[in-house]
């Protein structure tokens, strides 16, 4: 509402658009794809917080759902004829607890089974779980997007099961990469009013959002 009382004065527009689903829908990715930036030179983004904060760099994030298929059968009488789908996901959860050791700091990996069986004594023929996979530049989260499939390939061969990986539930969210020039502007010119503007301790913001991949192309400060 401020800006537009002075548009006049410093030329150019200003757009108010309203982009929902960013944690997990991935509303920017779809509304960069189909235009809605085009000719945008630069963007603020605000989040709701209980002060005024700059907002780090985030990771960038995939999403890796994946399901298992084995064989049923009764688990007291004829465990022997069965094949668990939840022995294999779970032994994909204890790989990817291995590989947890080896990976770069800034890196993240969680998950959860999101469906395990029905009844104790029968053997699961069928299992799911769903990982998201964190990463500062692209290139290691493909890399490391290939090691927990690895994971859970691993994990069929112990188990004698198949592993299927599922469409991800959202676009890939690509790494934030705040612009520190605006940034910076911002922050003089709220502190200029008197409210602090808050920097946070670490190097990253170890979260993710769509608004990473509106960084890759063009300048943006998001501020909560």
């Known amino acids: 509402l401020a800006l537009a009382a002075v548009a006049d004065q410093i030329g150019g527009t200003i757009d108010v658009i309203g982009t929902p689903a960013e944690e997990t829908g991935g509303g920017k990715v779809i509304m960069l794809n189909r235009g809605v930036f085009d000719g945008v030179d630069a963007a603020l983004i605000m989040h709701p917080h209980l002060g005024t904060y700059l907002c780090l760099p985030m990771l960038g994030m995939r999403s890796l759902p994946m399901e298992f298929r084995g064989r049923s059968s009764h688990g007291a009488q004829s465990p022997h004829d069965g094949r668990s789908a939840l022995a294999g996901m779970i032994q994909t959860f204890n790989a990817v607890d291995a590989l947890r050791q080896h990976i770069i700091m800034d890196a993240r990996i969680h998950g959860v089974i999101t469906s395990g069986g029905e009844r104790p004594n029968i053997i699961p023929e069928y299992a799911a779980g769903h990982f998201f996979v964190r990463a500062p530049e692209m290139a290691y989260l493909d890399d490391l997007t290939e090691r927990v499939k690895n994971c859970a390939r691993g994990a069929v061969l112990m188990t004698d ?27 003089r010119n709220v502190e200029s009013l008197g409210e602090p503007v808050h920097r946070l301790p670490d190097r990253y913001l170890y979260a993710s959002n769509d608004m990473g991949n509106l960084s890759r192309r063009l300048p943006v400060v998001a501020m909560m």
Do not use: M
């Open 161 to 187: 099961t198949q592993v299927t990986f599922l469409e991800p539930e959202f676009p890939d969210y690509e790494p934030f990469q705040p612009s520190w020039t605006i940034a910076e502007r911002y922050t």
